[in-house]
């Protein structure tokens, strides 16, 4: 652990901001400093996967040990969030800093820890685990980019019998996760114009159409009197497993709700975070309130946030919201409405050896049985995995938990969720490994496991 803290200092101190503006060197030296890494885990074949458009990846092969082995595939990145308003940190972003039981830095949770877990379980075996070993480190997950697209066009290059995608984390320190969904995405801008420009509210308002106005009636039907969506067409589906001990009360803790504010919607927490719909106003152009002038508004736009159940096609998805909006008439007023990109979700096949061998390797690494959840996040390159490797099962679990601050300022990672995950992952290949052989289940791209 020792060794694996210091990397992940090295590493996480690397400012690798894949977004606009930022310098392209520091994504460089990040990629450079995880392909070093997997060499000095004894990985035998590390190449650098350059294409159009995006950040290098790095693709590493440890071949099986033997014939009958499975091959499993590693997914993580090494670029991180920009670290926002600096101010709002209690030590430099960048400057990876102790914390009771961690390191605060941004990235360092989301999703460095994780790389530091894959180099941990190789360290353990000296490279050469149980099972064949693909690892595929990308370096500009968080801004978007056209390797979310790449797998399908090169299945060889992916082919494997279980992806193991460490992007995510725990319910709570302590607690292991399997996350066995995600919910899809879509964006969708809506807008409003009514008059020139803004007209004088006391000569003009009553008759003149306020723009603001109409908006905001649209924006009200998008849910009902008790918070649930309202849009029809929107899959809502009960949660079928357990609420995994995340209790309303602890949503509100996680969640920092006011004290004595109702949590919108009925049903479970399940129903309302996974496998439901919701609809989030992400942003609205309008007059700000410090500056705002005794005027009718002309103009008002609002950019819309929607979730959907992880089955759901998300062209599907997006036009029940469009058609929703679009149908309605605020005063008699019609709005313009914009689709923006869309994703698709992810339900994981359950059952099949890869699943019963992370669940025992959970067990193992946390001293407990794993919570099996969905997340209303939303991976685009997990659709693509999937369609590259179609036989293979897709596994999510990794060391952040849902207080580690991501894509928020002062994010940290506890060390005993990155030891709990390093144990975890060189559990899991060594069960895998052992549970395949029993099944006589082919290798790689020669009849895959199934699942």
Known sequence: MDGLQADLVRLAAIPSVAFPGHPPEPVREAHDLVAALLRDAGVPVVERLDLPDTAPVVYAEVPPPEPDAPTVLLYGHYDVQPAGDPALWRSPPFEPTPVPGGLRARGIADDKANLIAY??????????PPVGVKLVVEGQEEYGSAFAGYPPADPQRF???????????????????????LRGTAEVVVEVRTLAEPLHSGEFGGAAPDALLVLLHALSTLHDANGDVAVPGLRREPWQEQEAGCTEEEFRDLAAVHDGLPLPGTGTLGERLWSGPAVTVVGLDAPAVDHASSSVVPYARARLDLRFHPQQDPVEAQDALVRHLRAQRPFGIALTVVPGAAGPGFEARTGGPAYRAALTALKEAWGTAASPVASGGSMPLVRALAAAAPQAELLLFGAQDSMCKAHAPNERVLLSELRSTVVAMAAFVREYAADYRAGGLGPAGRGGSGG
């Open 119 to 128: 180099v941990g379980m190789l360290r353990l075996y000296g490279g050469r």
């Open 159 to 181: 082919a494997c019998d279980a992806v193991v995608i460490a992007d995510v984390g725990g319910l709570r320190p302590g607690t292991p996760t399997l996350t066995t969904g």
